[in-house]
């Protein structure tokens, strides 16, 4: 059950960010010293605070945080939706780190005189800049730099490898029903967001091209109508569910008239990262390559 709700939870803020893509992230520039007491309100935004030396600093995080796993053992503050202001208040924090969709909250911290960093992390470029931000804000530039050095290396890497050679047609599935018998609605991947770009950089396109809707909900005919080469559903926490994933591939196989059926590249992405739009989400990026053109040799490709 975890899993539904930790995915249903992922789909909703996805859909939020999406929404609010135009927000304007705010920040305190008034603030001239690294702050010493942080508060992250995002997996995400944990796990890059962690990445950038930051973890002593921070004192509470959300229900949802828990990697690295010291951040288990954090105090909670609340959930992205409903984060707990009083507690938020009671720790003194002298920065609060969250997502620039929660916009009520930014404006509700600052109208307290609690300084905050807003930021976003819909697309990969967002995902980068927020890196910089953090590290800026908490004068742990050089960290970033560093981090954003191992990202960027490992992107051109797999860019070079791709190069020139023909793009299939990808579908990144991000929830659909695994109660049911048959497969029925599925929530996939737009043209708007950091699944679209990875799709890219590793050498394939999105097999949905529309770009109004940022996160399309396909019934199977419509899925049948893409016709993908290769099919990524993103199914994270796998040990943590009572869900049979063999079930899964089953509804999967059942649609027969599927390039990615028929070919056999239906494949499930069990890692808990894969929803997380923090470093580690870069992970992705090789994983992705090796199953979108598998013809390369990987494994004694010199990185």
């Not at 007491?37 to 600093?57: H, V, Y």
């Not at 991947?189 to 590793?202: S, V």
């Not at 063999?246 to 990262?273: C, G, M, P, S």
Request: charged letters at 15%; aromatic letters at 6%; glycine letters at 4%.
């Amino acid at each position: 059950m975890r899993r539904f709700w930790s995915l249903l939870l992922f789909v909703i803020i996805f859909i939020i960010a999406l929404i609010g893509i135009n927000l304007q992230s705010t920040s305190d520039e008034t603030q001239s010293s690294a702050p010493q007491r942080i508060i992250t309100l995002a997996p995400s935004i944990t796990e890059t605070a962690f990445a950038l030396g930051l973890g002593e600093k921070v004192i509470a995080v959300t229900d949802y945080c828990d990697f690295p796993p010291v951040a288990q053992h954090l105090p909670k503050v609340g959930g992205f939706i409903d984060p707990n202001l009083e507690a938020i208040v009671a720790f003194q924090p002298d920065l609060v780190i969250l997502l620039a969709n929660q916009q009520q909250t930014v404006e509700q911290l600052q109208r307290l005189n609690i300084p905050v960093l807003a930021v976003r992390t819909t697309t990969l470029t967002d995902i980068k800049q927020t890196i910089i931000s953090i590290g800026q804000r908490t004068e742990h530039n050089e960290q970033a730099q560093q981090l954003l050095k191992r990202i960027n290396q490992k992107i051109t890497w797999i860019q070079q490898q791709v190069v020139g050679l023909e793009r299939p047609k990808v579908l990144i599935a991000m929830g659909h029903s695994i109660g049911s018998e048959h497969m029925k609605n599925v929530f996939i991947a737009g043209q708007n967001d950091f699944y679209n770009d990875l799709i890219t950089l590793a050498g394939g396109q999105n097999a949905y091209q529309d770009s109004h809707l940022n996160v399309p909900s396909l019934s199977i005919e419509g899925i049948l109508q893409l016709d993908p080469h290769v099919i990524l559903d993103i199914f994270p926490e796998a040990s943590d569910h009572h869900a049979d994933l063999n079930q899964v591939l089953k509804q999967w196989h059942e649609l027969t008239y599927i390039d990615a059926v028929k070919h056999n590249r239906v494949h499930i992405i069990e890692q808990d990262y894969a929803t997380i739009p923090g470093p580690r989400i870069f992970l992705l990026l090789e994983q992705f390559a090796r199953l979108i053109h598998p013809e390369l040799d990987w494994d004694n490709i010199s990185s």
